[in-house]
């Protein structure tokens, strides 16, 4: 939950350093640090809060000279953000400065173990532990100082490391925590994320778990966790600096809203060939299919709404059972899950702790898991027996959009291709589905289109300190993630509700004035949430409905009708979700939140 940067080369490092910092500020924002080395001196430089007050407090970086350094942002796990817990952090002969994302979950033994071996602590942080190992592994060699200190550690680490005998070097280790190494002319970078790196290269070496790199501005070598030299593939990413950029708009949130129609063509497209899908690595054959009983879909957060969103197309166009599972909820859960089992891990980052946990659950139990990811590299992506990218490009707003509308995506593109290779659609029906899925991005643009300019006249007239979201069927995973875009930016309470469940107990808190977004896209259930609607307004609740745009009968209920062109049912939750973003985004400016770094929150939840 924390993003690091590392440079080495010829020019100034402390302004690279800050600026890779500012695009991984998303990782986490509540205190932030560099170290750079010059003259045999590591110069460190923190303060709690955002990356600005370390651009203030710098100059921009101008008033920290030299020529190699680390940086880093934080999501504090242990010990406040404070200026003392925030990193880099120095070991106490000054020799060693270190950045750490992730976790050390023996700290506390390493901690009492240093101590009384005399050494220093200066912070509260689990990650000082690092520092003090480093210092005591290290007689002269720093590569067999990190193999030893790794070899101490428990839990999560990408590590950037600074060290005075090695003027030159920066290095890195990295156990299941992301660590991407940049290669440029004449210097050379390491990052959490591409994101950092764009705007100086485009080659790139992903590193493994275990693996150690020494980075020099000449070259880098990676090492095995035994210290034996490997080869590394250099990979190239395929976007460019400006998707990385607001390009424009107020907010990252409102690019990437804009993103959607291209996000999901991109998507799409590419898996379509003369009216057939065709899946990556994921080509099954028919007898594969049936040799599945049940099919699991885990994630977190949004990324759950999207599987519960997607279950109701698979079983309806594949007939196979599809159970959905929060993932920190699966890996407890003692799951029923074995060879005949496919699970579909779904995660825009790749690197969700909990999803991890819940993969490898059930990878153990003997399932075949499918990953449907979005960052190219990412932990997910390479434990899953199969990848299915979302290629969404960077997402950079903590609250995910286009992330979510490209797993639909994903989603549906798997439900028609299954569906047709058990026989449950005939040629007919299965031109019909790509014809509207082929649509899809198209729709999307329209769907914004046709809300945009009353909507932050409706975010206003609706925001309140709780909102109701109600559907039916798919219209319920759609409210289920419009209440958390909702809640996630605006910090308005939200609640969803499976609409035929408010009479159960819920609806006894519908009062005056109560908003409640109904809504109500699934024609097959519409009429019964139309009831629904009518229940609540006749208790005094303020309506903004959610409808295709020939549904006559829902402007004669509600108080407000948010409209989306018509696509086929089981496709409609990529549509409507779409006002219900904007309808948040435009809440959360009414009330002046920080829309792409929300508060408590980081981008990625490398945390359990
Ligand atoms: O990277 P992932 O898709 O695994 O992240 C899962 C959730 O943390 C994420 O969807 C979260 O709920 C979003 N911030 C919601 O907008």
Known sequence: MCGIVGFTGARSAAPILLKGLSRLEYRGYDSAGIAVLDSGVIDVEKVSGRIARLCEKTKDGAAVPGVIGIGHTRWATHGAPTDLNAHPHLSNDGRFA?????????YLSLREELIADGYVFQSETDTETVVHLLEMYYDGDVLTAVRKT????EGSYALGILCTDAPDTLWVVREKSPLIL?????ENFFASDVTALVSHTKNVIYLEDGEIAAITPQRAIVYDCTGREIRKDVSRVSWDVEAAEKGGYEHFMLKEIMEQPAAVRAALAPRIHDGQIRLDDFELTTEELRGINKIIITACGSAYYAGCSGRYGIERLCRIPVEV???SELRYADPMVDEHTLV???SQSGETADTIAALKECRSRGAKILGIVNVVGS????????TLYTWAGPEIAVATTKGFTTQLAVLYLFAVYASEKLGYIDDG???ALIHELMELPKRIQQAIDMNFYQLPGLAKRYSSQSLFFIGRNTDYAVALEGALKMKEISYLHAESYAAGELKHGTIALIDEGQPVIAVCCNEAVCDKTLSNIVEVKARGAKVLALAFRDNRKIVSQADDVLFIPRIETVFTAALAVVPLQLLAYYAAKEKGCDIDKPKNLAKSVTVE
Not at 379 to 386: G, R
């Open 150 to 153: 790794a070899a101490r550690l």
């Open 429 to 431: 029906r299965r031109a």
């Open 325 to 327: 599972e929060l993932a």
């Open 182 to 186: 940049g290669l440029g002319v004449g």
């Open 379 to 386: 932990t997910i992506a390479k434990l899953a027996d199969h």
């Open 344 to 346: 579909l891990v779904i």
């Open 98 to 106: 270190i950045v750490h994302n992730g976790i050390i979950e023996n």
